[in-house]
């Protein structure tokens, strides 16, 4: 059985801060997602990471996989009121099913 | 690309009824689709596996009678919610899977909210 786990749960800033949220797990990810869900819609895809070790940027927001595979973590610069909503890491373990972290749900004060 | 369109967006019904809900790829064929569950301020749970052509796997848990899935085709999984009752009040989310090279990826429809009066 795979652990994973999200942290913060929960993060309240004020704009134009800077935020990480990390994702760990106890096994090996063969890949990992990153997506963010707003209020009665489904989450919306933000990136997919394969190589361990890889660094991706989406305009204000970088998304790092870790060497070990076992982690990853999303900063966010700048952080505008736009981005507030529920992140939500999913790693893959080698099949189509994709295992969901309990999430972060992010608030941007303006 | 990769749109998933859901249908009822939401739907309110009489307990001992029973809702489909439908779930399409519009631009792409799916390997596989995913029906999850969603309740709130929480994270979403997989409640089966469909794949085109074969019987849905459900996760532990999920009653197979309650929610049948039918999957006619690559583009189309419907999750039908049979008499249904107030504890089945949730918000439901499909996905369809497709493999681009280096790995799977998810998209995800944009949700059925069911109340159950």
């Known amino acids: 059985t795979q652990l994973l786990e999200q942290s913060p749960q929960f993060l309240s800033i004020q704009e134009g801060e800077n935020l990480t949220v990390y994702c760990n797990s106890s096994s090996v990810f063969s890949s990992l997602q990153w997506y963010r869900q707003e209020p009665g819609e489904g989450p919306v895809l933000l990136v997919t990471v394969v190589t361990g070790g890889e660094v991706k940027k989406l305009k204000r927001l970088t998304f790092q996989f870790g060497d070990a595979r076992k982690d990853s973590s999303l900063h966010i610069t700048a952080a505008q009121p736009g981005d507030t909503g529920l992140y939500l890491c999913a790693p893959n373990f080698g099949n189509e099913k994709l295992t969901f972290g309990t999430g972060t749900r992010l608030t941007i004060i303006p | 690309g990769a749109v998933v369109s859901q249908h009822p967006s939401w739907v309110i019904c009489k307990s001992g009824t029973s809702v489909k809900i439908e779930c399409r790829s519009l631009d792409f064929q799916a390997t596989t689709m995913f029906w999850y569950r969603q309740f709130p301020k929480q994270s979403l749970m997989l409640m089966a596996t469909s794949n085109e052509g074969s019987k849905a796997t459900y996760e532990q848990g999920v009653e197979k009678d309650k929610f049948l899935i039918n999957h006619a085709s690559l583009t189309l999984s419907t999750l039908t919610v049979t008499s249904a009752h107030p504890e089945d009040s949730s918000f439901y989310i499909c996905?369809?899977?497709?493999?681009?090279?280096?790995?799977?990826?998810?998209?995800f429809g944009p949700g059925t909210r069911l109340t159950v009066l």
């Open positions: 996905s369809a899977s497709r493999y681009p090279g280096l790995a799977y990826e998810q998209f």
